[in-house]
């Protein structure tokens, strides 16, 4: 139970989460789920996922795109962790679970359903009856400039335009 206060401002973070709620292929749970966040009316979510397909009922297709996507991450951690060898080998041990979870699994065995960022934006309009109010060109730059102040120059920041480029979002790629 949720017990929100009349006039409370509310947030939602949903970091790597929400695609566990894929393995309904009906849309019930995450329907239901998001609903829920609906029923807040909160002020802001925030959401990150995974912006690749590993959804694909053909295994050929789900093995080849983890593979891109698994190897640009384990490059990137190689790149950034390469002197600190015991979190890196936690971190691709985690990977691991993740890769077998989506190449070895099916039906309710598998819970790891990464789908596109597009995908996301008419998933929770759809489904959520959430909007998407975009993000502004300001915030855009000012996500650049802490990526850079971190010194993370092999990720790229790109604004990404959905659902005939009414709403966008930004998204962290390689």
Not at 97 to 109: D, K, P, T, V
Not at 164 to 173: D, E, F, P, T, V
Request: proline share 1%; with cysteine.
């Amino acid at each position: 139970m949720l017990h929100v206060k009349e006039g409370e401002i509310i947030g939602i973070n949903c970091i790597f989460q929400l695609h566990k709620l894929l393995y309904d292929h009906s849309g019930n749970t995450l329907k239901d789920f998001l609903g829920l966040i609906n029923s807040t009316n909160p002020s802001i979510i925030v959401m990150a996922e995974q912006g690749t397909e590993h959804n694909d009922v053909v295994l050929e297709q789900r093995v080849s795109n983890s593979l891109k996507y698994y190897s640009a991450i384990c490059n990137c951690i190689d790149y950034v962790l390469s002197l600190q060898y015991n979190n890196q080998i936690k971190i691709e041990e985690m990977f691991g679970r993740e890769i077998r979870n989506i190449i070895a699994c099916e039906g309710l065995e598998r819970f790891e359903h990464h789908v596109a960022f597009d995908q996301w934006g008419r998933l929770m309009t759809a489904l959520g009856g959430l909007v998407n109010v975009g993000v502004n060109d300001q915030k855009f730059v000012q996500s650049k400039m802490i990526l850079k102040m971190y010194g993370a120059s092999l990720l790229k920041v790109e604004k990404k335009m959905f659902d005939g480029g009414m709403a966008s979002g930004i998204m962290l790629s390689w």
